[in-house]
């Protein structure tokens, strides 16, 4: 038996949490887990609580439950905070946590301060739906419990294109897949597919990057003025991110895009050893090595100077360390 089982056991009432501007693994696990307690504890009364999620996600089952309000004084037996690396990144649902009786934190992440009664934290794994799903009994995963948990794997995964993507994370996904999910549909339509308006702004970030640091570094900015022209919000700004990194010769990709006047947030990629989480956490964000993120203040020149700062150090050290076992390697031969 789990540790989730044991205590979903007991509860009569649970709080689905995640964290703020909730991605495809945050509202997949969310969903995924409210979907499994309907069909296998039928007798608990369950809520998730999540910040606006994007439409795009609507074929989740449950969608459509998800409630933007979060608790104030409801006490809930047990809490449940999923992909949310610390408190301070459940935004409003804190309240939730510090009110609920039990808690427990399912993530991946490796910044993870283990801020629950019980924390289930595996870094090495893909996403939190990857979590989740070791947590569950297989044979109850229903087809739509599978799909958000597929549609989750497949976003923190890139479509199983990131590093964080094991042969154990292809297991599952053929699990997932012998569900009888519409896979294709769900990669195309909640990964890949993009509104017009979304297309533009992507075009115009790209337009607009710019690189730095001999052409290892790509930067790219969305400013509350182009999101105004173009009619967007920050939920049209996925996959700007992915399409800088993928630039050849690019070691660490940036993009952050306003979200008050001179507060950016800012999304960091790796394509090296360069440690990304180690920068972010720096400016009180956090993530994983490869993919990392927080938010900063003051000019644009001000946070990219910022961050090329923290970047071109850890890539003198690399270059350092590199050097060490290459001479190394020449005197012991
Ligand atoms: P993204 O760049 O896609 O927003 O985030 C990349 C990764 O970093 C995700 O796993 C996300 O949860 C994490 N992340 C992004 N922003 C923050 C932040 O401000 N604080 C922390 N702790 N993690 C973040
Ligand atoms: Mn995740």
Redo the contacts with the bound molecule.
Sequence with gaps: MTILDKKLETAKTVLILG?VRP?GDCIGSCLGLYNYLETVYPQIKAQVCLEEPAGKFAYLKGFDQISTLFPQDTSYDLCLCL?C??ES?LGEGIRGLKLAEDSICIDH?I?NTKYCRENVVLPEASSTCEVLFGLLDEEKITKETAECLYTGIVHDTGVFRYSCTSSKTMEIAGKLMDKGINFTEIIDGSFFRKTYVQNQILGRALLESITFLHGKCIFSVVRLKDMDFYGVTSKDLDGI?DQLRITEGVHCAIFMYEIEPQIF?V??RSNTELNVAKI?GFF?????VK?????MSGTIYDVINNLSGHIEQQMIQLEGQKKEKEDDTCTTE
Excluded: Q, V
């Excluded at 009180?284 to 994983?288: K, P």
């Excluded at 993919?291 to 938010?295: I, L, N, S, V, Y």
């Design positions: 964290h991605d992909d690396s610390d990144r992440h910044t991110i947030k999304s960091l972010a009180g964000g956090g993530g994983h993919a990392a993120g927080c938010t």
